[in-house]
Nanobody, 124 residues
Framework: QVQLIESGGGLVQAGGSLRLSCAAS????????MGWFRQAPGKEREFVAL????????YYADSMKGRFTISRDNVKNTGYLQMNSLKPEDTAVYYC?????????????????WGQGTQVTVSS
């Protein structure tokens, strides 16, 4: 069992940066792939990025490449999403998730554990 708690969201101006954190409980966190998703008002939840259990592999949605960086610290049981050059269209609730699936899981159904989400609002 893994419990996830996101933090770090807030209000930022366009062009600014935020770093989201995802604190995990459970000693098995280090064996899970971690992903970030987001859901804007009136839209479906979408994949943002993922990082393998070791941190050695990362994968991003095309629109986030070059602006977002996913990382993790398995000693601290925490994952991160550094978001730079933020745009108003990045406004959404951001969720972290964990899965034991192998491969490159980018679909919601592929993740077993979810956090409650943290709001990110980017003003123009």
């Amino acid at each position: 069992q893994v419990q996830l708690i996101e933090s770090g969201g807030g209000l930022v101006q366009a062009g600014g940066s935020l770093r989201l954190s995802c604190a995990a409980s459970g000693r098995t966190f280090r064996s899970y792939t971690m992903g970030w998703f987001r859901q804007a008002p009136g839209k479906e939840r979408e994949f943002v990025a993922l990082i393998s259990w070791s941190g050695g592999y990362t994968y991003y949605a095309d629109s986030m490449k070059g602006r977002f960086t996913i990382s993790r610290d398995n000693v601290k049981n925490t994952g991160y999403l550094q978001m730079n050059s933020l745009k108003p269209e990045d406004t959404a609730v951001y969720y972290c998730a964990a899965t034991a699936r192998l491969g490159v899981p980018t679909e919601i159904y592929e993740y077993d554990y979810w956090g409650q989400g943290t709001q990110v609002t980017v003003s123009s």
